[in-house]
């Protein structure tokens, strides 16, 4: 599915552009593809079972997966990292915060796969970031947003497309279809620290906002994350 001009959504179960087991959601996260000339920016990669459907979505839209240069992650969880291991056999660069590299280095709990009865193939993360960085990559900028709480090593991704301020906010926020939050059952979710999260993300101004799960926002995402902060703040002080 094309998003804007070059920037793709091609992959995640919830809205039907892939599917890991009949019948099942919340098992594949979105996955989009930044189209420059210098090569794919990958962000996520899907939970592994999904992978040739991610490649046939791409090809499509006449995007080759041997033109992936690097896949950002925007945290460890299986259904957004499973399918790591399978890219880097490929040649792919992953670039993650330290928290999320050390998690899918070691494939343990924070990865999630006794949520979905699975084991997490372990894999190495190319190149560590933090919090505030710029990224230059492929010509393209990309700023660096922690925003812990989901999981230790959750993380934003802003960057400027088509003259829009576009955001890959994984699963900070809950998606229209479910609650406001991220799923709260992670080894190392924290209230505390999401509700900090949110209160940084409501400060930001984006014109698209592409979440790990669900519908995109297209029209003014900052009040989305506004009202996640709202219910935080009642729910869990």
Not at 21 to 34: E, R, T
């Amino acid at each position: 599915m094309q998003i804007l001009k070059n920037l793709f959504q091609v992959g995640g179960d919830l809205n039907g552009i892939t599917y890991d087991q009949p019948g099942a959601l919340w098992n594949d996260a979105n996955s989009y593809v930044l189209k420059t000339e210098q090569g794919l920016i990958l962000f996520d990669c899907g939970c592994g079972n999904t992978m040739e459907q991610i490649f046939a979505n791409m090809r499509y839209w006449d995007l080759s997966p041997d033109d992936i240069r690097y896949c950002l992650l925007t945290h460890a969880h299986f259904d957004h990292a499973g399918g790591g291991h399978l890219l880097k056999k490929r040649g792919v660069h992953f670039i993650a915060l330290g928290e999320t590299a050390d998690a899918v280095a070691s494939g343990d709990e924070r990865c999630c796969g006794y949520l979905y009865h699975k084991t997490f193939q372990p894999f190495a993360v190319d190149r560590r970031v933090a919090d505030g960085q710029k990224l230059p990559l492929l010509g393209v900028e990309i700023d660096v947003m922690h925003l812990p709480g989901h999981s230790r090593g959750c993380t934003a991704y802003l960057f400027n497309w088509e003259q829009k301020r576009v955001v890959i906010s994984g699963d900070v926020i809950g998606t229209l279809l479910s609650g406001d939050f991220g799923w709260s059952g992670s080894i190392d979710f924290d209230k505390k620290s999401y509700t900090e999260s949110l209160r940084r993300f409501a400060k930001v101004d984006t014109d698209l906002m592409l979440p790990g799960h669900g519908m995109i926002y297209f029209h003014k995402p900052r009040r989305r994350v506004e009202e996640a902060l709202n219910s935080a703040l009642m729910q869990w002080r």
